[in-house]
């Protein structure tokens, strides 16, 4: 009850601030699922077109809002989805970045390992020492060892190699989210059965004529043949609330809305909408 209060309230502002005079030039109101697409040059756009709707076309049409600007309070959020029933879209949609795998630590180098020590045997002289004074002094150490009848000492073992150092395997990156499709909530909304209205430009202009449409007008149209598609163009409302400004002036504006288009059989996405941005340029003068 308080919502359908509150758009009567608005309802009746925006129509003092704005007349919000509809003009059927091109086809008549009538209930039938729709996309509405227009030019986009103030966050009233959205107001002003919802205004310009008689109330049975209201009731089934959900205007697109931006998130970032009319999510931003309580009182807009509440505004745009109990008053408006709003499909919130994301103008600016990523992935989360992917998270760098750490570096990787190498192991503490190996200590070498030493051969077993060799024990010497003992030299102490077993014979008198006058024996071993007169013992030929070109004795080398083998027949010293035979004379002293001592077992050989065993050959020093061969050195052992350090094992080899195995570098840990850095870890995978983890996958990047795939990025969410700005198109979704519009795709629910049309499969539900609303209609919508759209601003193809994807963000307010400036310069008196729409900038090139985007792409997302040419994907829902293929996807829903059957939803007609009516280009309409909205007058003076930049002056009403030009961008930058939150405190609107009293402009008489207007929304023209005129002959429905669709997308021809093998019409490449491209010269499809430069023909729906022509054919919104088109009511300007009308």
């Known amino acids: 009850m308080l919502a359908k209060l509150t758009g009567w309230l608005l309802l009746g502002i925006v129509r003092l601030l704005t ?4 003009r059927w030039y091109g086809c008549p109101p009538k209930a039938e699922q729709r996309i509405y697409f227009a030019n986009h040059q103030s966050h009233a756009d959205l107001v002003m077109i919802w205004a310009a709707l008689p109330e049975e076309l209201r009731s089934i049409t959900r205007p697109i809002a931006a998130r970032d600007y009319w999510a931003n309070t309580p009182v807009k ?3 745009t989805t109990e ?6 879209v994301e103008r600016a949609a990523t992935g989360a970045a992917p ?14 390992i030493a051969p077993d020590e060799r024990i010497e045997p003992s030299m102490e002289p077993l014979l008198p020492i006058e024996t071993m004074a007169h013992a030929p002094a070109a004795e080398g150490p083998q027949e010293i060892q035979g004379q002293l009848d001592l077992p050989a ?10 094992p080899p150092v195995i570098e840990p395997e850095a870890p ?12 979704a909530p519009l795709i629910d909304a049309l499969r539900s059965g609303d209609s919508i209205i759209i601003f193809p430009e994807g963000t307010r202009g400036h310069t008196g004529e729409p900038q090139k449409f985007k792409s997302g007008l040419y994907a829902l149209a ?15 409302v930049q002056r009403v609330m030009p961008k930058g400004e939150i405190v609107p002036v009293p402009i008489l504006c207007s929304v023209t809305f005129g002959a429905p ?26």
């Open 153 to 162: 000492p065993p050959p020093p073992p061969p050195p052992v190699a350090p």
């Open 83 to 88: 008053v408006f029933n709003a499909v919130y």
């Open 172 to 183: 995978a990156a983890a996958p990047e989210p795939p990025a969410a499709d700005p198109l």
């Open 222 to 236: 293929t996807m829903f043949p059957d939803v007609v598609l009516v280009p309409a163009w909205i007058d003076n």
């Open 19 to 22: 007349g919000a005079q509809a």
């Open 261 to 286: 288009i669709r997308v021809e059989d093998g019409e490449e996405r491209r010269p499809f909408l430069d023909r729906a941005r022509a054919a919104v340029i088109a009511l300007r003068d009308v």
């Open 99 to 112: 998270v760098a795998p750490p570096p990787p630590v190498a192991p503490p180098p190996a200590a070498p």
């Open 77 to 79: 959020r509440w505004i």
